[in-house]
């Protein structure tokens, strides 16, 4: 005999599939939800059906954002010529929380994975040259992970911009190996922002002489 109902089921299966919830935290979360008042879990459905269609992303930096190009994007007192780049949406806004960096983002959404089939053309690296190519980029900041995919991901960046005319830096001290981004406090960040280290060799650039 099948206690659960199929509502409650299929409720419980979706949750599940979301990233680090697994069948038990799933059905804790279905069961609260129908706990709580219709009028609230109409309320979620809603916003739920409504994400896909009120955010894209940014044609710029691949932002999640309401408008294109981002806010961030459009901001006159950001500085174009200093590029962050970060593996997902989490990552910049942990970055941003910091009120540290003032350049601009271009986000992979994701990291290089071959066991995943995660390469090159599923992280918009092509992108990210053709804007350093076209928009003047002086720096590129690589504020990957450090974890395993992380770190090859910056490797493989590094090596992407090698030989181009701009300084190549790595977030320095106080993320440890392993960390997420996103899971990092703001003062951590900031202290790892601010004391970026300059990553391999750059070409020979006139402008900076």
């Not at 299966?13 to 979301?18: N, Q, V």
């Not at 935290?25 to 916003?47: F, G, S, Y």
Request: contains cysteine.
């Amino acid at each position: 005999m099948n206690l659960v109902p199929p509502a409650l089921e299929r409720l419980i299966a979706d949750l599940a599939r979301l990233p680090g919830v697994g069948k038990k935290t799933a059905t804790r979360l279905a069961l609260h939800i129908l706990r709580r008042p219709a009028v609230e879990a109409q309320a979620l459905a809603r916003d739920l059906a409504e994400l896909h269609t009120a955010i894209q992303q940014c044609s710029v930096c691949f932002a999640f954002s309401d408008q294109d190009p981002c806010p961030l994007c459009e901001d006159p007192s950001r500085d174009p010529r200093l590029l962050c780049v970060v593996e997902g949406s989490a990552d910049l806004l942990a970055i941003e929380k910091t009120g540290a960096f003032k350049g601009r983002y271009h986000i992979l959404h994701g990291a290089l994975s071959p066991m995943d089939g995660i390469g090159p053309a599923e992280i918009r690296v092509e992108a990210l040259l053709a804007r350093i190519r076209t928009q003047g980029v002086r720096e590129v900041l690589v504020a990957t992970s450090s974890t395993v995919p992380g770190e090859a991901t910056a490797s493989f960046l590094i090596q992407q911009l090698r030989g181009e005319p701009l300084r190549v830096t790595r977030l320095a001290f106080g993320i440890p190996m392993g960390m997420d981004i996103k899971y990092a406090d703001e003062l951590t960040l900031t202290r790892a922002i601010e004391s970026r280290k300059e990553m391999g060799s750059m070409a020979s650039d006139p402008r900076r002489r």
